[in-house]
């Protein structure tokens, strides 16, 4: 009797405490993990649903949902909950393909046990079923999709159950992440590489796919495949992508192009795939390119006319090829293009930690090393534990435990020198550029800076270039792909919706096949306004926006209103102790709801907006500053504070006041002298702010992980150390500076 009173109230406590009953023997045994798991989900998804831990949009609660419903062994309901997700993803059925692993997986689970057949047989008959049902253009994504790493997934799987060594009660959180390790393991376990070769002869009835070494004329190997659909007899024009991130997505690329009637040519960067030169990436791409496409403009297959697409790296890659152009190079789509030495690997000067990150992951092996790219609490650690230490930013490849002459080789170029320079088109090389471009971006895009930075520049040197843009809500992804009903959280417009890989598609039939114009090229620039449901078409950049409001540091509760010019001079302290790597972080509270973090920030509100305004452009400006240093990095962002008590990230800016006013020199601060630092390559927005808001300027200095530290001494940022510190920064932030936010009105 007494055991069952205990027994009770230890069920008692762990609902309290929102914990699940998961015994420890799971751990080691797999067949009880096998019996336990289904009920865990069952349990997991009764929480899912209620108040505390439903997601506030649907779509991660869908995603979370139909995962958990197959590790509960209810295939039937998850392909539906699947069906609703990819709905809800993306309009259009654009989403027609996500997550394929999980449907055929749970298809074949269910015919399995109804039909009483084998699981392989099963899953032959869900994949055959599945690939038949989709659209021809969503087929190229397919291998992307089931292409999973079933050693990485059993690795992770058993880093989930090692946590509950000892335990034998888990937490909502420890089990959500759990079901999904399993699931991952299961799924990619049990279907590859059964599916891979079902994949494999399904696109040999389809496609001609040839894989080719090519020598260039320096005797560098590059490897080259080639792929077309079997329908087409005739010769094509060609669409081609330099890619460094070899695997599947060399495949997605050339399907992609074959199912719109194109030969696909996919040429990987030296040291990649077949290749065994040295890999230094963005270093080759303009002299290998031209060699590249001079051959494939000869080959049988080929009508002679070549046009190139491609995103983040590979939108990069086509700048590099037209610093010299070939004559059979007819068009270029760069998407999210890297903006090499302008926002990537620093941005506006600033190195970035995530640098080492990417360079261990296209450099690690010749195709791509997915599992330490993905092991973000690897790569979080290594980044705070530099950071903790108060070592130089220089030492950071050491400190991962892979030294980088690469890491190393960028650091030696802190401005925008020719290193930079030599590998993309520099300043007149762009009046040069009279082929006809189509430039995607987005606003919530990593590279918008670089995408725009080319754009600016091409439109600067030729007053006759022909080059378009469309940007929208769109993140790194979407912007070179489609757009996702969700971006940071929030719905983007319907009008918004849209497939920018049809619209790439349509551009290539517009200029090599002598199509229509796609409808939404109604100007040069294309851009959609966030809360209204329309785009907007105008000949320039500069006619985003029709006037601008500039906000002063200061705030609205001293002042009429912080838009108003100051009437007395005034300035605003702050201290930043370089020494100090505590960082007790600091937050705006805005309601109940929602915080800003404002950690070595100054914060300053506008007074609430009695009008609706569209902010449309990027925010510029200047700091008219005073420290006690050689130089610092600045931080700002702008935020809308909603009606409603929720915080949107307007834009924000980083940059290095000794490269504020050129890139290519560093120009050090006189200490103690007041000095104005001009805002630059910002983030560019087009949203609607609603009466009834506010806006919330943040401004200050960079000290994180994620970046390099400016000690302010005036020697290579990345030399300095935290025995640099010397004194405290100590910055005034005169009243007479501003942040310009460009304002649209029709």
């Known amino acids: 009797m007494k055991f069952k009173i205990l027994l009770a109230l230890f069920f008692v406590n762990l ?26 989900a069952l349990q997991v998804i009764s929480q899912l649903q209620s108040k505390k831990h439903k997601p506030e949009n649907n779509v991660d609660f869908l995603d979370h949902l139909f995962r958990l419903q197959i590790v509960a062994k209810d295939y039937k309901k998850s392909v539906t909950t699947l069906s609703d997700f990819r709905n809800e993803f993306a309009d259009h059925n654009m989403a027609g393909y996500k997550f394929m692993e999980y449907e055929v997986y749970s298809m074949a689970k269910l015919a399995e046990a109804e039909t009483k057949v084998s699981f392989s047989k099963a899953l032959q008959t869900a994949f055959n079923r599945k690939y038949e049902s989709l659209d021809e253009k969503l087929v190229p994504r397919i291998g992307t999709s089931v292409d999973g790493d079933v050693n990485n997934s059993r690795k992770l799987l058993k880093k989930a159950l090692d946590k509950q060594k000892g335990k034998d009660s888990i937490d909502y959180g420890s089990a959500l992440a759990l079901c999904k390790s399993y699931l991952n393991y299961k799924t990619f376990s049990g279907i590859k590489p059964q599916v891979m070769q079902l994949l494999a002869s399904k696109d040999q009835e389809r496609f001609i796919i040839e894989t080719k070494d090519f020598r260039t004329k320096k005797g560098n190997t590059l490897t080259i495949t080639i792929i077309r659909k079997k329908d087409d007899q005739s010769p094509l024009p060609v669409i081609l992508t330099n890619n460094i991130y070899a695997g599947q997505f060399d495949g997605f690329f050339g399907k992609r192009a074959a199912v719109h009637h194109y030969v696909g040519a996919i040429v990987n960067t030296r040291g990649k795939r077949n290749s065994n030169d040295e890999n230094n990436p963005f270093e080759h791409e303009s002299q290998d390119l031209y060699e590249v496409i001079d051959w494939v403009s000869k080959q049988p297959w080929s009508n002679g006319k070549i046009g190139m697409i491609g995103g983040s790296y590979l939108g990069f890659s086509q700048w590099a090829a037209v610093k010299k152009l070939h004559p059979a190079l007819k068009t270029i789509v760069p998407q999210v293009a890297v903006g090499v030495g302008i926002d990537y690997p620093a941005q506006n000067n600033v190195f970035m930690s995530y640098m080492l990150q990417w360079i261990q992951y296209v450099t690690n092996n010749k195709f791509t090393d997915d599992a330490d790219f993905g092991n973000f609490v690897k790569w979080d650690s290594i980044n705070k534990t530099w950071y903790k230490s108060g070592k130089s930013f220089r030492s950071l490849d050491s400190m991962s435990g892979k030294p980088s002459k690469i890491f190393q080789r960028w650091l030696d170029h802190p401005s925008y020198d020719q290193y930079w320079q030599k590998m993309v088109p520099y300043k007149e090389d762009f009046a040069n550029i009279n082929i006809p471009i189509l430039t995607t971006t987005g606003y919530y895009d990593d590279d918008q800076i670089g995408a725009l930075y080319y754009f600016n520049q091409h439109h600067l040197y030729n007053k006759k270039a022909n080059h378009y843009l469309v940007m929208g809500p769109y993140n790194h992804g979407g912007a070179q792909s489609f757009g996702f009903t969700y971006v940071n959280g929030s719905p983007i417009d319907p009008v918004a919706r849209i497939s920018i890989d049809e619209l790439a598609f349509s551009w290539f039939d517009y200029i090599l096949k002598n199509g229509k114009k796609p409808e939404i090229l109604k100007d040069q620039v294309n851009f959609q306004i966030m809360g209204t449901n329309t785009w907007k078409h105008v000949p320039s950049l500069d006619k985003v926006y029709t006037s601008s409001l500039k906000f002063y540091l200061q705030n609205h509760k001293n002042n009429m209103s912080v838009f108003n010019s100051p009437t007395k001079v005034d300035f605003t302290s702050q201290t930043i102790d370089f020494k100090d790597r505590s960082d007790k972080d600091s937050y705006y509270v805005i309601s109940k709801k929602d915080s800003i973090k404002t950690t070595n920030m100054v914060s300053f509100e506008s007074e609430v907006l009695d009008k609706d305004v569209i902010i449309s452009g990027n925010i510029s400006g200047f ?124």
């Open 623 to 746: 700091f008219s500053v005073s420290i006690n240093k050689k130089d610092l990095d600045t931080d700002t962002s702008l935020y809308e504070i909603q009606p409603d008590g929720k915080s949107f990230l307007l834009s924000n800016h980083i940059g290095r006041a000794s490269y504020s006013k050129n890139n290519e020199v560093r120009q050090l601060l006189t200490p103690n002298k007041i000095e104005q630092i001009p805002i630059k390559q910002s983030i560019f927005i087009s949203k609607k702010i609603a009466k009834g808001s506010k806006l919330l300027l943040l401004v200050g200095v960079s000290k994180n992980p994620s970046w390099q530290i400016n000690y302010g001494t005036g020697k290579d940022v990345s030399d300095e150390t935290i025995q640099d510190s010397g004194e405290p920064l100590k910055i005034k932030w005169y009243n007479d500076s501003y942040v310009e936010i460009p304002v649209y009105k029709d």
């Open 15 to 40: 609902i309290q405490a929102q914990k699940f009953y998961f015994p420890q023997s799971t751990v080691t045994d797999s067949v009880i993990l096998e019996k336990q798991i289904p009920g865990l």
